[in-house]
Nanobody
Framework: QVQLVESGGGSVQAGGSLRLSCAVSGSPSSSNCMGWFRQAPGKEREGVAAIFGGVNKRTYYVETVKGRFTISQDNAKTTVYLQMNSLKPEDTGMYFC????????????????????RGQGTQVTVSS
């Protein structure tokens, strides 16, 4: 059983920063494919960032966060992070992390990747 626990959400003003963390337990291989999603009220869930691979990792970002957000993992791959800088009100939403390698990840599928496991989410609110 894989468990994912997110933390680090909160309320900040526009231009501020937050770092989200997602602790993974239960399956070391699940950490080879991880991602962050967000969902705002009334909107569909959106893939924000993903990280794929063992030694040679690849990272993916939705266009709206490129240059502002960074996804990373610790060396033990027990935690994945999402560093969020220059936050905007449109970044507001519930952020979820997900894990598990259902298939190879690539530029075409990362945003709709079907991760086997997902956390409960952490709220991010950015005020103008």
């Amino acid at each position: 059983q894989v468990q994912l626990v997110e933390s680090g959400g909160g309320s900040v003003q526009a231009g501020g920063s937050l770092r989200l963390s997602c602790a993974v337990s239960g399956s070391p291989s699940s950490s080879n494919c991880m991602g962050w999603f967000r969902q705002a009220p009334g909107k569909e869930r959106e893939g924000v960032a993903a990280i794929f691979g063992g030694v040679n990792k690849r990272t993916y970002y939705v266009e709206t966060v490129k240059g502002r957000f960074t996804i990373s993992q610790d060396n033990a791959k027990t935690t994945v992070y999402l560093q969020m800088n220059s936050l905007k009100p449109e970044d507001t939403g519930m952020y979820f992390c997900a894990a598990g390698c259902a298939a190879p990840m690539n530029d075409d599928n990362w945003r709709s990747y079907q991760y086997p496991w997902r956390g409960q989410g952490t709220q991010v609110t950015v005020s103008s």
